[in-house]
């Protein structure tokens, strides 16, 4: 008799289960859970007849899609911000599709590398509200401080990554994050909002961290060639570009970056012109990438230091050039810098200010 009634009890324990997982499956059917679905993009070729951000890709260059993003989902509650979601996430090349951009930031309408393997979380039940930050490289990072002990909103902000390892100064225009001051409408442009019974889609379009350096140069005609006297026609047999930023750069605020007046170190750039380089020993035009940043020496400028060299003679010149740049700007600039040279170069340093 015992048995019999604990049979029975087995049963109508069962079968509640059982209609339990029914009206639960029913009530996600009409209510399913809230979720939030990452797209990651890239910037790839502007729309005929409007200016895409200066120095994104574009049909002249060639850029390698990244391999790895660094991922944040920053949750906002009672004005206390916190980490909700983190991880890094491999990115495959086969996943990387060419598109058209629809959503809300200024480069509607233009094409895109859309990462058609978006990254999705599901809420179960949490209601949340927040912002999501991504950084995008081509080569692995390394990080001031490790991805596990960021935690607050600021120290995500004040994320730094290491720029001097050669495989990554050689990656920079392979580079690309969300920049934490770029607003649509008042609002940070990757904001989200699952708060009520609604789920979110953001598009991360992601931008480059390194500017983009474009140096054109041109020898008078008429000191190219001097049939008298051979030895004083002018020739620029040499020059590159001298201590470029290899320190810790901001992960979010591309052009934020401070160094020392002057900067001492760091990463060169050689072999823009070389003695080999017959070509260009009279005009010429080359472009490489770095990371912005400006020297407590000349605010709002971007220095660029120079080593030059005329008619091999062994004599340099040292001209830094002091670029004029928007610090608060969430985007990093094209800059160009035309050098005119009428004169053999002497043994000296200078240094010219360009504002445009």
Same mark, same amino acid.
């Given at each position: ?12 324990? @069962? ?7 029914? *009206? ?73 599709? *060419? ?78 994050? @969300? ?35 474009d140096l054109t140069w041109n020898v008078a005609e008429d ?38 007046? &002057? ?31 400006t020297t407590t020496g000349v605010a709002g400028y971007f /220095? ?25 700007? /969430? ?12 004169? &053999? ?12």
């Amino acid at each position: 008799m015992k048995e019999a009634i604990m049979r029975l009890c087995y049963r109508q324990l @069962t079968l509640l289960l059982l209609l339990l997982l029914v *009206l639960s499956g029913c009530y996600d059917a009409v209510h399913p859970p809230r979720g939030l679905e990452l797209s990651l993009c890239m910037p790839a070729q502007e729309q005929a007849g409007r200016r895409r951000i200066p120095g994104d890709p574009g049909l002249t260059e060639r850029f390698e899609l990244p391999k790895y993003a660094y991922v944040f989902v920053m949750k906002e509650s009672n004005g206390i911000w916190s980490v909700w979601r983190k991880e890094e996430v491999p990115l495959l090349a086969e996943h990387w599709v *060419l598109t058209r951009y629809h959503g809300s930031n200024n480069t509607y309408g233009d094409s895109i590398y859309r990462y058609d393997a978006p990254i999705q979380y599901v809420m179960k039940g949490e209601k949340v509200k927040g912002r999501v930050y991504a950084i995008c490289s081509n080569k692995r990072l390394t990080f001031a401080t490790a991805m596990n002990n960021i935690t607050t909103l600021s120290e995500l902000t004040n994320w730094q990554f290491d720029t001097s390892p050669d495989s990554i100064q050689q990656n920079l225009q392979n580079i690309y994050s @969300t920049p934490y001051n770029y607003e649509v409408n008042g609002t940070y442009y990757c904001s989200f909002d699952c708060t009520h019974d609604n789920s979110s889609a953001v598009d991360l379009i992601l931008y480059h961290l390194a500017v983009k350096v474009d140096l054109t140069w041109n020898v008078a005609e008429d000191k190219r060639i001097n049939e008298e006297s051979p030895g004083s026609a002018v020739r620029l047999t040499y020059m590159e570009a001298r201590n470029l930023f290899a320190e810790y750069a901001y992960c979010f605020r591309p052009m934020e970056n401070r160094a020392g007046s &002057p900067l001492v170190s760091g990463y060169t750039i050689a072999d823009i012109v070389t003695s080999g380089d017959e070509g260009l020993w009279w005009e010429g035009r080359s472009y490489f990438y770095t990371i912005p940043y400006t020297t407590t020496g000349v605010a709002g400028y971007f /220095p660029l230091q120079l080593r030059m060299e005329t008619n091999s003679s062994g004599d340099y010149y040292r001209p830094t050039l002091y670029l004029q740049v928007d610090t608060e700007s /969430p985007f990093v600039p094209w800059l160009r810098a035309t050098i005119n040279i009428s004169q &053999p170069l002497e043994n000296k340093t200078d240094s010219k200010l360009i504002n445009s």
